[in-house]
């Protein structure tokens, strides 16, 4: 085994060395002992050793002693060998010409009478890892592997895969993958026989692909006579190796159904095993084997379940957690055959957060009629829970089961209680449960309603509850008498409301209150508007805009778009696909359970990043807005996309009456959706700086916006960056020397942009924001440097790099550009320039 | 430690193995700790080397590695200074690496010839805030010490196995014998070992009551815990405490009680130490908590933790009927004992 690669060292010890004097004073004491043979000396050698390997364990060079470690290592003393192995496991590597040195006396040891010397030097010769030297391994491994001495035996069949991965075609030429199958299949060891079957695994998983041979090979470990020969020595296995076997099993075919209850009743004790690993395998065989015939699946969930609730039960959090974690998958594929367990799945007091939260998503799946009184009552407990995290889950969680039940009518009950409790996070987390409640059981909205009504907004602080409560302000506004002017102080306070996500809903809630108490809301909504129209965030603006223009096309239509009738939500959308359960499942007995993500996704880089990025839609296009597409609506909104159906003309007629003079009004919805869209970058940029009082004369206003004649935006640029791309100095480096320029030239900044320029990190921030990244930069006015990068977001990875100069004094910037892939570079300038050009503008 | 990563990242990686590795670093250093490690490096690679190689998991058995490695405990320490000899690995392999009983040295030669079997019993129990039992059940362990020579064949039955369920074995265990007369059959390892591990559900006695009482009022909390005995388990309720975390929004407190000592610390946790339940009085502890200023009454209620302890009984009832003994030179000494203590003891209020 090979040390850490040097970490670095915190807190250093005041007896570590500072520099090289200590490293050669170690090298002349252990050249002076080298040679003794005074008793004592291997005393004084250990100490030494002892402190060369703390040197090196701390990530301190002591690679200059390697020649005096190898000297001194001809010793009977085995502390001193280990020391010595471990040593020079360390450096060979990186040293290869001195590794010649050790392979000497490692072969000579290899032949000590002493079975441990023998496997230990063969364990470290193997473990040398320079593969220059690789012809030195095939004797001893081949000697090793017919030792007398099961050690042995082990850790050269161990050496055989460290040479496969050293040097593939020696391990193959030298016919070891040949002398593997039989010692396994022969072996009196049992720790023998599962390092070669580990072994054989291992090279023929990687040859599979290369040769038709090695897949054949990789079939027949999987054959029946093999896996039935392995299965009848199961026992005599320690634990870990049995892990490796059932491994094994669960990737077998079996037969016939004879085949599967034959393995099964084998392997029926294994679920007793006081090893959790060994459980967790056997499951997983079970599982697998059964996949195809429901009754007994069925029967084997029923098996599994005690032991895996006792496994739960024992051991420290940590095990109780990844447990827990299969359980839940277990319990989330077959939640009824889980339902009279519930009470395994109650929280205690000391469990730890991240259990609580397991245990509660499994007492939200496996509630149904027969035990979900005890359940809730429960979860009720918890919201009353010290632990605040936890009290907002079980909140949730008993909105959950609400939504999934059928006799809701107590469980809105216990909702509704929890709202007298004046908790404000309690409040927060019902609220947006009673919202949901609303959306699928809309029957219940008179009693709900009566409770929400005298919840004062000022209560209410966290950006989702008041989001929900101005969504119920405005459906239920014609059952609310104060609606509108609880609306109405909301709008009086817009400016002090941070978050984008309330201010969308105030604007929606404003329509939907106007549309059935129009003269009570007028003043409102027209605030609203006005507020909206004004708002530095782009969706509320663009909604409010949107909004507006509806109403001055025609009210009832507007009417139609905001608030048509609903039909009640049967079934939320679930997060995960059942695709990535399954392969989840499919993985059982792994971390892809505790990660609840299949393996690819935390193994591969490839696979991860896009995946992490999908999250932030938001940030995937650059530059311009996308042009053309309907704007986004987030996932509450999608009531106002709906399809319409007719309705009742509410008479009110607006103040802000279809009167538009400059309007050409569309002809359906979507073409003014567009519209509207392709000019928000620019009003916004025009409105910001000294946004007129639109209260008074907002039509008037807004006509203005209209009459402006806007310059096209730019072809929406094809290439989109990732907005997380990473590049070391030293990579940038090599590559900004290796690459040529693709393209050089200068491009103007605008006036305010110079304004702006006072430090080089306000023009970094900028640039980040357009996913271009600054690696470094430096200067002084006039004259600033900046290298930037950026990342092809699909694909491999290709890299830009820009070198941009900025004159202040000029307004002016030289770009040199160097592009991984040089046929992408045009559109990269144009992105690069889009963005430059708008540093200071917005 | 390449090689540990190497094995996570083929996800077939045993998150367990990773605890059963901090397990055995901990038997032998005493803890497990960045000093520690950092002080016991050699031995630590040691162990390592032995467990794991190439990434696959080998050995874990502390019998095998013991014998493998000598612990740096107290007693190597001292020979060390008297035979003048520190190597703290022995010159021979395991004979148990050989041995069909990976858990077990062929040839055991002891001074001592005794074995001890203990019942340890943990009761798990959650009371709702009106003494009723949301659920109660018992966790109990077979710990066998074992010190005898040769190769002994050990069987052990209980009165009323029927009670027990979800039993999990020790590797020596044999499990047809259990399967059919519930008798534990089975050849110890040397030392301390978990024989079996069981839960005991659906029960019914708890032995100790915790009644508390919580009346807020206008920024002021009244508190009153009673503690007493509720189903006599026939031996003295030894070492009780009381712990409960104070709500946050408390400002201060002021707790006495008429029994025991009662402390509070820096965290806001609240601990009442009882010891033993006095025979003329019920203990009980009382007090006022003043709750931070806007709030008029408690809305977050502490959950009582309890924690006892009663020796000589095994709660759930369980009972050895006898221990066998074959294979042994001569009769050894054979010793039982039980233990029942609080897991995890909650009365919410």
Known sequence: MAPPPAPPQKSPSPSQPSGKSEVSDLKLQL??????????????????????????????????????????????????????????GNYARCHP????????????????????????????????????????????????????????????????????????????????????????????????????????????NLEANKSEEASRERETLLSKKIVYYILNRIKEFNEWAQCLVLELVAKYIPSDTDDIFDIMNLLEDRLQHANGAVVLATIKVFLHLTMSMTDVHQQVYERIKAPLLTLVGSGSSEQSYAVLSHLHLLVMRAPMLFSSDYKHFYCQFSDPSYVKKLKLEMLTAIANESNTYEIVTELCEYAGNVDVPIARESIRAVGKIALQQYDVNAIVDRLLQFLEMEKDYVTAETLVLVKDLLRKYPQWSHDCIAVVGNISSKNVQEPKAKAALIWMLGEYSQDMPDAPYILESLIENWDEENAAEVRLHLLTAAMKCFFKRPPETQKALGAALAAGLADSHQDVHDRALFYYRLLQYDVSVAERVV????????????????????????????????????????????HREPFEFSEEIGNLSLGQEPVGNSPRYDESDKDLLLSTSEREENGGPSTNGPA????????????????????????????????????????????????????????????????????????????????????????????????????????????????????????????????????????????????????????????????DDATASEAFFGLFQSALSKFGVL | MESYSWHARRSRCHHLWVSRVADVLTDYLGGLNEDLIKDNFIIVYELLDEMMDNGFPLTTEPNILREMITPPNIVSKMLSVVTGKNSNVSTRLPDATASCIPWRKTNMKHASNEVYVNLVEEIDAVFSRDGALVKCEIYGEVQVDSHLPGLPDLTLSFSNPSILNDMRFHPCVRFR??????????????????????????LKSTPIYVKPQLTSDTGNCHINVLVGVRNDPGKTIDSITVQFQLPFCVASANLTSNHGTVNILADKTCSWSIGQIPKDKSPSLSGNLVLETGLDRLHVFPVFQVGFKIMGVALSGLQIHKLDIKNAPSQPYKGFRALTQAGEYEVRS
């Open chain 1, 97 to 204: 010409d001195l590794a010649l040195l050790t392979i000497n006396f490692l072969q000579k040891d290899c032949h000590d009478e002493d079975p441990m010397i023998r496997g230990l030097a063969l364990r470290s010769l193997c473990s040398l890892r320079v593969p220059n030297l690789v012809e030195y391994l095939v004797a001893p491994l081949g000697a090793g592997l017919k030792d007398g001495s099961s050690y042995v035996r082990m850790v050269a069949a161990v050496g055989v895969l460290k040479l496969y991965h050293i040097s593939a075609a020696t391990c193959l030429d030298s016919d070891f993958p040949a002398v593997l199958k039989s010692l396994m299949l022969t072996d009196p060891d049992a720790q023998v026989v599962a390092n070669c079957l580990f072994v054989l695994q291992e090279i023929w």
């Open chain 1, 563 to 606: 608030n048509p009738p609903k039909q009640a939500v049967s079934v939320f959308a679930d997060t995960q696909s059942s695709e990535i359960k399954d392969r989840i499942f499919d993985e059982f007995n792994s971390l892809s359970v505790v990660y609840q993500k299949p393996s690819y996704m935390f193994t591969d880089k490839e």
């Open chain 1, 660 to 819: 538009a003079s400059g309007y050409s009004a569309p002809t359906d919805y979507n073409s003014s959706l567009v519209s509207l869209s392709s000019q928000t970058q620019s009003e916004t940029a025009i409105s910001d700086p000294g946004m007129p009082k639109y209260t008074s004369q907002m039509t008037l206003a807004i006509d203005d916006l209209l009459g402006l004649s806007v310059s096209a935006a730019p072809a929406p640029p094809s290439l989109k960056l990732n907005p997380k791309a990473a590049l070391d100095p030293g990579t940038f480096q090599r590559k900004w020397g290796q690459l040529a320029v693709s393209i050089s030239q200068d491009c103007s900044v605008s006036p305010q942009g110079i304004a702006a320029l006072t430090t080089p990190q306000a023009l970094i921030r900028h640039m980040q924001a357009s996913s271009i990244q600054c690696i470094a930069s430096g200067g002084q006015s006039p004259n600033f440097k900046f290298f930037f990068f950026a990342q092809k977001l699909d694909g491999p990875p290709l890299f830009f790099l820009v070198e941009c100069i900025v004159n202040t004094s000029s307004a002016k910037a030289q770009v040199k550009i160097k592009a």
């Open chain 1, 31 to 88: 050249r002076q002992l080298a040679g003794s043979r005074a008793p004592g000396a291997d005393d004084s050698k250990r100490d030494l050793f002892k402190r060369v390997i703390s040197y090196m364990t701390v990530g301190i060079d002591v690679s200059a002693a390697f020649s005096e470690m190898v000297m001194c290592s001809a010793t009977s003393d085995i502390v001193l060998k280990k020391m010595c192995y471990l040593y020079v």
């Open chain 2, 177 to 202: 014998p259990w399967e059919s007369d519930q008798i534990l059959s089975f050849v110890p390892p040397d030392g301390e070992f978990k024989l079996m591990t069981y839960r005991v559900k659906k």
